[in-house]
């Protein structure tokens, strides 16, 4: 891929070059836009140096660069987690925490079909409790799902019950992790979650997954990132207010307006 090239080289590139490269880097979607008299204003060298960068890595020229990166952006499988530090702009920032949340969202898209959301959806009204377990990165999901099946009637918490009160078979413990960082909540406490029907919405990878009754994979492998907190917010949002609409859809005892109204009277 053409940033991972640039991003290669830049080590090797001249002072000019580099100025070149920076602007490629931090805003690649601002980049494709411009002309090669922009870019070169943009990063205060001259057309010619924008012209011998482009053949620096790789391309025939400009316009060459701007479709290789064009292609890049637009395709999902190109889409993928962009590093966060300190010498970005406020807008490099901006983008790339886009590009990331759409990232994953991209990735899931590709696999929903896979999942088991109709028998998950008839699991959770055949249960007589369910138990949302999530680590810190998962906690806002957690706490939107319960809310919303509280809200249908549905006996629902964010613990487990104390050893004195056993899970049984009419239970659902539905358990998020996308980073690996969370399964402890239920992987090293086997014997709180015995009995009932474990859900895993974690990558398959997890042992928390392999010990499942179900799974349904959001991510294909642990998000590990720097920013792993807020990257995954928008994707377990969706898959929260998604699988919250299509149980307020099969319930008799809520409809699709009533579930809407919780988030409207929230706000």
């Known amino acids: 891929m053409i940033l991972e090239r640039i991003q290669a080289q830049a080590p090797g590139l001249s002072k000019s070059e580099r100025r070149v490269a920076d602007v490629f880097l931090n805003e690649p979607h601002a980049a494709i836009h411009l002309s090669i008299a922009k870019m070169a204003i943009q990063a205060g060298v001259s057309q010619p140096t924008v012209n011998r960068f482009c053949r620096r890595v790789g391309c025939l020229g400009y316009p060459d660069l701007k479709l290789k990166l064009a292609q890049e ?50 699991w959770l009204f055949m249960a007589q409790r369910v138990f949302v377990l999530a680590g810190k990165n998962e906690h806002a999901a957690a706490l939107r799902l319960v809310e919303a099946f509280r809200h249908q009637g549905i006996q629902a918490s964010l613990s487990l019950p104390t050893p004195r009160e056993p899970l049984g078979a009419s239970d659902i413990v539905l358990a998020l992790d996308l980073t ?12 709180r979650v015995r009995g009932a029907r474990l ?52 319930s008799d005892r809520s409809s699709i307006g009533s579930a809407t109204s919780l988030y409207l009277n929230r706000a």
Request: proline letters at 4%.
């Open 73 to 122: 952006l637009s395709s999902s499988q190109d889409y993928r987690l962009r590093d966060i530090h300190e010498d970005l702009t406020g807008v490099a920032i901006f983008e790339r925490m886009f590009e990331s949340h759409l990232a994953l969202v991209q990735d899931a898209h590709r696999r929903v079909r896979e999942w088991p959301i109709r028998t998950l959806v008839d």
């Open 180 to 191: 690996g960082t969370s399964a402890a909540n239920t992987a090293l406490e086997p014997y």
């Open 199 to 250: 859900v895993a919405v974690a990558p398959e990878s997890l042992p928390l997954a392999a010990n499942a009754d179900m799974t349904v994979a959001l991510v294909n492998a642990p998000v590990v990132h720097d920013a792993d907190y807020w990257i995954t917010q928008s994707l377990l949002t969706l898959f929260a207010d998604s699988l919250i609409m299509a149980a307020s859809a099969r």
